[in-house]
């Protein structure tokens, strides 16, 4: 006949888990998480870019320039437009704007550089997103004036991005008068320029 102490656990045993079951519904619980849906991932939404940032530069600014053999042009000096794009939408450029200004005898002509001649400097007129395109020239000049120290050059780009923008960059240029002065420039016929290969 079963002790009084034996009846006890006997009950305790049949009313409560065991601490196997426990484990297990502990190890249960803990996969499932709350309300067992498990871990979640989260996707990233990329913006496009709506509009291209382009900044010019000029290289080198200022530039010495120098003494030529065409004495209708005597002064001549060589620069690269450099066109940076830096918002992640490409482009191409459609053309350049350059003029020159003297301080004695005033503003030249406009000098229009098209976007074929820019293919054929640059092997293209097209910027890459987040890249740059570098535009070499190479020019003879009238300075304009009776031997002016230096002469400005004002540049006008036009970028037209991948979107259908079209984007306008300034840049001014510093073209100091050439170390040697053998050939006196007595004109005073606005600064004009010619560019050519080099």
Same mark, same amino acid.
């Given at each position: 006949?079963?002790?009084?102490?034996?009846?006890?656990?006997?009950?305790?045993?049949?009313?409560?888990?065991?601490?196997?079951?426990?484990?297990?519904?502990?190890?249960?619980?803990?996969?499932?998480?709350?309300?067992?849906?498990?871990?979640?991932?989260?996707?990233?939404?990329?913006?496009?870019?709506?509009?291209?940032?382009?900044?010019?530069? =000029?290289?080198?600014?200022?530039?010495?320039?120098?003494?030529?053999?065409?004495?209708?042009?005597?002064?001549?000096?060589?620069?690269?437009?450099?066109?940076?794009?830096?918002?992640?939408?490409?482009?191409?450029?459609?053309?350049?704007?350059?003029? =020159?200004?003297?301080?004695?005898?005033?503003?030249?002509?406009?000098?229009?550089?098209?976007?074929?001649?820019?293919?054929?400097?640059?092997?293209?007129?097209?910027?890459?997103?987040?890249?740059?395109?570098?535009?070499?020239?190479?020019?003879?000049?009238?300075?304009?004036?009776?031997?002016?120290?230096?002469?400005?050059?004002?540049?006008?780009?036009?970028?037209?991005?991948?979107?259908?923008?079209?984007?306008?960059?300034?840049?001014?240029?510093?073209?100091?008068?050439?170390?040697?002065?053998?050939?006196?420039?007595?004109?005073?016929?606005?600064?004009?320029?010619?560019?050519?290969?080099?």
């Amino acid at each position: 006949m079963p002790t009084s102490d034996q009846n006890l656990a006997q009950s305790v045993s049949d009313g409560w888990p065991s601490r196997i079951e426990m484990a297990t519904c502990l190890a249960f619980a803990a996969s499932c998480g709350d309300g067992g849906t498990g871990p979640t991932t989260t996707t990233a939404t990329t913006i496009p870019v709506a509009l291209a940032s382009v900044a010019v530069t =000029l290289v080198p600014n200022p530039v010495r320039a120098t003494l030529s053999f065409n004495s209708d042009f005597p002064w001549e000096y060589g620069v690269t437009v450099v066109l940076t794009e830096t918002a992640g939408l490409g482009g191409s450029v459609d053309f350049i704007n350059t003029v =020159l200004v003297s301080p004695i005898a005033g503003e030249g002509t406009p000098f229009n550089i098209s976007a074929a001649a820019i293919t054929q400097r640059a092997g293209t007129n097209h910027v890459n997103a987040n890249s740059l395109l570098n535009i070499p020239f190479f020019f003879h000049l009238t300075a304009g004036g009776r031997n002016p120290n230096f002469i400005q050059e004002n540049y006008e780009i036009q970028f037209t991005d991948e979107r259908g923008n079209v984007i306008t960059g300034h840049a001014q240029l510093r073209i100091n008068a050439p170390a040697s002065t053998l050939r006196s420039i007595t004109t005073l016929a606005p600064a004009h320029m010619e560019p050519y290969l080099r």
